[in-house]
């Protein structure tokens, strides 16, 4: 419903025009493909990949097609990894048609768009890039433990987690030794716990 509301206010720009639709990050790389687009438009959740994934793929299979990711995830958490993976920005779904236009015509522009509170907090890292700035828990994590902590959130376990990921069970238990390293996390139970209150709260 999100991607067809999406699709019929671009389609009334002027300027504007959907040339595919894919639900899915299987879907996506035939669709990229045959349409051939100037700009995706692409939620960091889908039904069969994480967004950070499907931004690191398209890297590799349309390198310089600009992405701009539309979420309902908080933009502190995940702004700057979609820009790290290769993303040109980021703007949360609740913003409105106005900035989604906004944003949709900066990055083919060629800029990059993230909100203004955003931008200020990316340039104050770069400004202390050089200090010894403090981090939060969760900016310590890995693209890769960040993926396994979202999906334990949504209550997956290790083996669909392997698959989804398509990694070893092996690989999956010691991305969560390191989460619960990172975040000080004694046992399991608790990490899911985390997990879940942290994915609830990222709505």
Known sequence: MMREGLAQLINHEPDLEICGQAGSGKDLDSQVATANPDLLLADISLPDKNGLEVLKDMQALRPGLPV??????????????????????????????????????????????????????ILESLSHSGQQTARRPMENLSDREFEVLQLMGEGKGTAEIAELLHLSGKTVEAHRANIKRKLDIKTGPELVRYAVRWVESAK
């Open 68 to 121: 701009l990711v539309i979420s309902m995830h908080d933009e502190s958490l995940y702004a700057e990894r979609v820009l790290r993976a290769g993303g040109r920005g980021y703007i949360m779904k609740q913003e409105g048609g106005k900035k989604m236009m906004e944003a949709i015509r900066q990055v083919l522009s060629g800029r990059i768009y993230v909100s203004e509170e955003m931008s200020g907090k």
